[in-house]
Every structure is written in C-alpha cells, then in structure tokens.
C-alpha cells in the first residue's frame, strides 16, 4: 500500500498540469464506486444506519484530506507534499490520546519518544521550507491539513473496525461520498478543466484501481489487525518513495537542506514510534 501511495503523488501532480483537482477526484471516486459496486454488489445491498453514518464520518476525514493534498500539489512539489503528509506519522498518536479522552476511555499516553519526534520533524519541517531552499507556501500549508485529517482518519478507522465486521459497505459509503462531495464542491468552486488523452485514462486506472480500491480495502480489512502506531510507521516510508520517485521521474531537487530536513522528519516519526522499545523514550509525558 505504502509503495503504491508514494507513486501517486508523482502521478498526480502530472494529471493536475491538464485537470482540475476537484473534477479529478469526483472521476476518481466515481470510478471507484461504481468498480466498487459492480464487483462486491452483493455486500452492499443492504447496510445498517450506524454503518453509514460511521463510513460517512470516513468519508468526510478521506475527502477532506484527499482534497487538500490534491490542490496541494497544484502549488508545492511531489517531494515536499511526500513528506508533509508523512507528518501524520507523528500525529496520529496524538490524535488517537484525545480521542479516546473524549469518548473516555483510555488512552495511550504520550511519551517523551513522541515529544521528541515532534520537535525533530519540526526541524526537519523547517529546513524543507527554508528560504535557502523552497519557502513554505500554500500547498505546504494544505499538505499538513491533509496530514491532520488524514491522522484523524486514521483513528477513526481502528475504532470503527471492530464494530464492522462489512469493510466493504465501509468502503464503498467512503467512496461514494467523496464521489458526491468532489462534484458538489466542483460545480459550486471550480472552473472546469479536464483533458481524456491516453496517459490521464491510463493514470486514471492506475489511481483508481490500485492506489484507491485496491489499497484501501486492504487497509479497511487489515488496519483493524494492526495499531494506528504501527500502521502509521509503515506510512512513514511514502515520503521515501515519492521523493526517489520525483526525483528520477520529474527531475525534482530539493537540495542538501531539503535532504537534511527530509531526513530528521524520517528520524522524527521513527523516534515517535519506535518509542516503547527504548527506556529513555518511553517515558510517559501525559500519562493515559
């Protein structure tokens, strides 16, 4: 999952040089759903209300983040989007502690391993937005958007998965109502701009087959049988990706700072959770 989502930055950042972002990703999810339906329509011709309720509020997270990263890249680089969004490595737990402080119940507690990735990813944040090298602009700015929503997204699918025994109904409500989202928001936000030439298709089926319903249903059925934090670590190797990929596909630079910086962020998200495998990481900071 984690390879194929790192190729897709690169991919997309060249279907958006021809194609508006929200029209690109109501066709996306519009193939999605339909791919969706046609394959598992026997699964999905009756779900219960809490489980569309709970795949709209997935729905809402993957749409939201899906969004920002899009009209992010429009604006930033493959790389530098990479590693922005890799920030919910670190997010995750955090996000995951208040969440389950506010449905109380007990949270994991944040340890000194996850203040101290903060602060390293922080650095390292700094140094790939330097003014020596690219400074910080809009589509940094929604990429760590994407980052929160996506962290949220995250949380919520481990608590979710073992009251859903479904995945698919869960997965094809998410799609759907990006489908429907993307193309409200187009027609009420957007000035069209759309292009069919071989490559988009081509792209397009890559996107939609294995970088969203092929991806995604291993991560609605698996992620359950992980932790956020491990399943979070796994992601952190996307930036990676993205950026080798950017780099020999686009020609993309991002200088020794950049280098630097993408290398603390790397550290920053494995001191976070590698956190309980070291004494003097997993000292509890905000006990849970």
Same mark, same amino acid.
């Given at each position: 999952m984690t390879f194929v989502w790192g190729s897709t930055f690169v991919i997309t950042k060249g279907i958006l040089e021809e194609n508006s972002p929200l029209w690109y990703t109501t066709v996306r999810f519009a193939f999605a759903t339909v791919l969706t339906f046609a394959i598992f329509y026997r699964q999905l011709l009756h779900f219960s209300l809490k489980t569309l309720w709970r795949g709209c509020i997935l729905g809402f997270f993957l749409f939201g983040g899906f969004i920002a990263q899009t009209i992010g890249l429009q604006y930033t680089t493959a790389s530098k989007s990479a590693f922005f969004t890799g920030f919910l490595t670190i997010l995750t737990p955090v996000m995951q502690f208040f969440f389950y402080r506010i449905l109380q119940q007990k949270p994991h507690p944040i340890t000194s391993g996850n203040i101290f990735g903060v602060l390293l990813a922080t650095v390292g944040l700094y140094f790939l937005t330097s003014p020596e090298g690219s400074e910080f602009n809009r589509g940094d700015g929604l990429s760590?958007?994407? %980052?929160?929503? !996506? *962290? @949220?997204?995250? =949380?919520?699918?481990?608590?979710?998965?073992? +009251?859903?025994?479904?995945?698919?109904?869960?997965?094809?409500?998410?799609?759907?109502?990006?489908?429907?989202?993307?193309?409200?928001?187009?027609?009420?936000?957007?000035?069209?701009?759309?292009?069919?030439?071989?490559?988009?298709?081509?792209?397009?089926?890559?996107?939609?087959?294995?970088?969203?319903?092929?991806?995604?249903?291993?991560?609605?059925?698996?992620?359950?049988?992980?932790?956020?934090?491990?399943? %979070?670590?796994? !992601? *952190? @190797?996307?930036? =990676?990706?993205?950026?080798?990929?950017?780099? +020999?596909?686009?020609?993309?630079?991002?200088?020794?700072?950049?280098?630097?910086?993408?290398?603390?962020?790397?550290?920053?998200?494995?001191?976070?959770?590698?956190?309980?495998?070291?004494?003097?990481?997993?000292?509890?900071?905000?006990?849970?």
């Open positions: 760590l958007i994407c %980052a929160v929503l !996506f *962290a @949220m997204y995250i =949380v919520y699918l481990d608590y979710v998965s073992g +009251f859903e025994p479904q995945k698919m109904q869960l997965l094809f409500i998410q799609f759907a109502f990006c489908a429907v989202g993307g193309a409200i928001a187009a027609l009420l936000f957007e000035e069209f701009r759309g292009s069919w030439s071989a490559d988009y298709i081509l792209a397009l089926a890559y996107l939609t087959i294995f970088a969203t319903i092929i991806t995604m249903a291993i991560q609605t059925r698996y992620q359950g049988d992980s932790t956020p934090t491990r399943a %979070a670590i796994i !992601f *952190a @190797m996307e930036p =990676v990706i993205a950026g080798i990929l950017a780099f +020999f596909v686009r020609g993309e630079v991002i200088g020794i700072l950049g280098i630097v910086g993408g290398c603390l962020i790397l550290f920053g998200l494995l001191a976070s959770e590698l956190s309980d495998q070291f004494t003097f990481l997993k000292k509890e900071i905000i006990a849970g």
